[in-house]
């Protein structure tokens, strides 16, 4: 039989697994966990199951072995976990009330808190060994569509898209109290146009979730949700994680540009300006070559070309002649099989050999 652990137990051992993640990992991901149910963390942890640790609990107790471990190791870059993880404990506790007359009060308390102190719900975190882009699509992938439950708000907007609902013509109460257009279709109501039912952020009411379970309609899903990176000290958004080497190649480009075209404005040079200047100063020789008698060995060729316009035009030729040459397998083959229905008029002619 299992002896069952105290409290002050219970701490003590989550203390000392929470600092032995600290000590052999270096990637965090800090995760909200609002409405995500037991056995659908379960199911992510056995997802990550290899090089990742999700890790659960309360965020006081979780900055508490935080700082303590900070202090015992001399570690200080772990203090930049502590702003992320949010004390929700009593909004926990409260998020658990049923929303009727009689808890009026304690729900705008619970909105009040959630305002003070910048709370969104649980935190958890997962330790990884793994590329940090991998692990969160692997997170992303662990969310289940759930139901809009009266008095929750809504993480994003609603709407109900037009169409035959299946319902019989009794049901067009619900319908008219949230003022959407209907008709009856063949002893069904259908809807009109498609109706913006629950704005993000708002709460879901009685009439609005009524509808929705009516139209069996799931519009959220819940899952753990990548808030923040914790990387060697470092805390970066996790949209960073969605960076790609050609954005990087992209962004390098765009600032080389920037960097060539405010040296040249400026007469300053750089590595990024220095072609442009080069070509630049080649264009003043060349225009002062062209004005006067003097010359050298790059000039001499354009010189040539504007006393005899006849040399560029010979120069041009061959690269005409070349692209003239790749067209024409195209279209000695069109021609070939045009004139294979009539090989008698070919042989006729001499014509046989000529593409061959």
Known sequence: ??????????KTNYDARLSKLLDHYTQILIVGADNVGSNQLQNIRQGLRGDSIVLMGKNTMMKRTIRLYAERTGNTNMLNLIPLIVVSYLLITISFITYNSMDVFLYFLKVWLMVCLGNQGNVGLIFTKGDLKEVSDVVAKYKIAAPARVGLIAPI??????????????????????????KINKGTVEILTPVE?????????????????????????YGLIVQSVFENGS?????????????????????????AAF????????????????????????SLAVATEYSFRQAEKVKEFLKDPSKFEAAMA???????????????????????????????????????
């Open 263 to 286: 040296s040249l404005a400026i007469h300053y040079p750089t590595l990024a300006a220095a072609p442009h200047f080069l070509i630049n100063g080649y264009k003043n020789l060349l």
């Open 197 to 221: 039912l629950i704005k993000k952020g708002d709460k879901v009411g009685s009439s609005e979730a009524a509808l929705l379970s009516k139209l069996k309609i799931k519009p959220f899903s």
């Open 235 to 259: 805390v970066f958004s996790p949209e960073v994680l969605n960076i790609t080497e050609d954005d990087l190649a992209e962004k390098f480009a765009v600032g080389l540009s920037e960097i």
């Open 157 to 182: 907007d609603v709407i109900v898209p037009p169409g035959n609902t299946g319902l019989d013509p009794s049901q067009t109460s619900f319908f008219q109290v949230l003022n959407i257009p209907t």
């Open 318 to 356: 061959p690269a005409s002649s070349v692209a003239a040459d790749s067209s024409a397998p195209a279209a000695a083959e069109k021609e070939q099989k045009k004139e294979e229905p009539e090989e008698s008029s070919e042989e006729e002619t001499g014509l046989m050999g000529l593409f061959d």
């Open 1 to 10: 039989m299992a002896v069952k652990l105290s409290k002050m137990q219970k």
